[in-house]
């Protein structure tokens, strides 16, 4: 079984920064794409930005030149640095990844989300 486990969220300012991570823990062998996508209240769940085993990343119109994903693959941790954070990106942030387990399995796996309020 694999979890995945987010942190990093709570209240800021608009204008401040706030850094997400999302750890994977369980029957792991090998993490594929790893991404984090939000849900504000009324609305669907999005896409934020996602990052390859090998570091290509993929971002929304929305994230781009503010937010910047990474990873520790050593460490199977994903991180989101939000910076310059305004109001509408209030939203649970959700973690997702691709992971192929020591059952040989390719598996999509979600967190259990972390809430971002950006409120003055």
């Known amino acids: 079984q694999v979890q995945l486990v987010e942190s990093g969220g709570g209240l800021v300012q608009p204008g401040g920064s706030l850094r997400l991570s999302c750890v994977a823990s369980?029957?792991?062998?090998?993490?594929?794409?790893m991404g984090w996508y939000r849900q504000a209240p009324g609305k669907q769940r999005e896409l934020v930005a996602n990052i390859s085993y090998g570091g290509s990343t993929n971002y929304a119109d929305s994230a781009k030149g503010r937010f910047t994903i990474s990873r520790d693959n050593a460490k199977n941790t994903v991180y989101l640095q939000m910076n310059s954070l305004k109001p509408e990106d209030t939203a649970v942030y959700y973690c997702k990844a691709n992971v192929f387990t020591s059952g040989f399995l390719s598996i999509e796996v979600w967190g259990q989300g972390t809430l971002v309020t950006v409120s003055s």
């Open positions: 369980g029957s792991i062998l090998s993490m594929y794409d």
